[in-house]
Nanobody, 121 residues
């Protein structure tokens, strides 16, 4: 069973930076899309940033453009979200997401357990 394991959340002051990492527990047959979503209390889960596999095309929420950067290390099966100029409204649980195939016939969505990011002075 493929698992996504996140790390790197924590408490940071406004204007600060954090780096989130997500490791895939085993090598899948194919990764189609990977990304980060977040959910603040009382809100729906929302897209933060995604990266497609083939051409590494990226997509960012307007609220994080210019502040967050998504990247991937295929050899290490790791997805990274570098967050800077953090604001209190970035406070949320951040989830790693992967759309991947475990073999040529099975393709599913996978989610990590979430990591808390709190931006506060």
């Amino acid at each position: 069973q493929v698992q996504l394991v996140e790390s790197g959340g924590g408490l940071v002051q406004p204007g600060g930076s954090l780096r989130l990492s997500c490791v895939i527990s085993e090598t899948p047959f194919m990764i189609h899309v990977m990304g980060w979503y977040r959910q603040a209390p009382g809100n729906q889960r929302e897209l933060v940033a995604t990266m497609s596999s083939g051409f590494s095309a990226t997509n960012y929420a307007d609220s994080v453009k210019g502040r967050f950067t998504i990247s991937r290390d295929n050899a290490k099966k790791t997805l990274v979200l570098q967050m800077s100029s953090l604001r209190p409204d970035d406070t949320a649980v951040y989830y790693c997401y992967a759309d991947l195939s475990t073999d040529p016939w099975n393709r599913s969505d996978y989610w990590g357990q979430g990591t808390q990011v709190t931006v506060s002075s």
